[in-house]
T-cell receptor, first 115, second 115 residues
Framework: NAGVMQNPRHLVRRRGQEARLRCSPMKGHSHVYWYRQLPEEGLKFMVYLQKENIIDESGMPKERFSAEFPKEGPSILRIQQVVRGDSAAYFC?????????????FGPGTRLTVT | AQTVTQSQPEMSVQEAETVTLSCTYDTSESDYYLFWYKQPPSRQMILVIRQEAYKQQNATENRFSVNFQKAAKSFSLKISDSQLGDAAMYFCAYTGGGSNYKLTFGKGTLLTVNP
């Protein structure tokens, strides 16, 4: 059973460009979460999605950031007009239907560098 | 809001010895879950161990065990017979037991294992 897949693993963007980060959850998992890890910090929650629905985006910056999890295909985290402060590692996690176990399985992350 | 505090930025242990990593948390919920995640240099987040708040028995996974003190809101990780491969950042994390699914992480403890 393949784990959570993220691509690309590394992404370099110039200031003002757009970044698209992809996440394919584990097979059978319908819940996706995105976290951001700044240098020397723990992971910070950004957004929680189920298929075609954003459940909680309380951790998302109000501007330039958006996320989706379509019926078909991977979840996408999109950052428009990137700035240097967006440089971080972005992790996706998935979990199965709510079962009471609340375990999340993480992908390898995408390291975004804004130059 | 829930908070997770790891008061030890760095710890070191001799190979084959035992080390304990500390974690405290703050919550007003009675039902929740606690986790320890390991992040090696590859940056992959690996679930080490989990604890349900309603269980009095401390969780154990091979060489890893926790000391869960619910009244004190303390959740420490003990690693026995430390191995070189245990060297990593360790993050303590919390999530609520209901539909409150997002993980709140501490800032991490960097564990060094000396041969």
């Amino acid at each position: 059973n393949a784990g959570v897949m993220q691509n690309p693993r590394h992404l370099v963007r110039r200031r003002g460009q757009e970044a698209r980060l992809r996440c394919s959850p584990m097979k059978g998992h319908s819940h996706v979460y995105w976290y951001r890890q700044l240098p020397e910090e723990g992971l910070k929650f950004m957004v929680y999605l189920q298929k075609e629905n954003i459940i909680d985006e309380s951790g998302m910056p109000k501007e330039r950031f958006s996320a989706e999890f379509p019926k078909e295909g991977p979840s996408i985290l999109r950052i428009q007009q990137v700035v240097r402060g967006d440089s971080a590692a972005y992790f996706c996690a998935s979990s199965p239907r709510t079962s009471g176990r609340n375990e999340q399985y993480f992908g390898p992350g995408t390291r975004l560098t804004v130059t | 809001a829930q908070t997770v505090t790891q008061s030890q930025p760095e710890m070191s242990v001799q190979e084959a010895e035992t080390v304990t990593l500390s974690c405290t948390y703050d919550t007003s919920e009675s039902d929740y879950y606690l986790f320890w995640y390991k992040q090696p240099p590859s940056r992959q987040m690996i679930l080490v161990i989990r604890q349900e708040a309603y269980k009095q028995q401390n969780a154990t996974e091979n060489r890893f065990s926790v000391n869960f003190q619910k009244a004190a809101k303390s959740f420490s990780l003990k690693i026995s017979d430390s191995q070189l491969g245990d060297a990593a950042m360790y993050f303590c994390a919390y999530t609520g037991g209901g539909s409150n699914y997002k993980l709140t992480f501490g800032k991490g403890t960097l564990l060094t294992v000396n041969p």
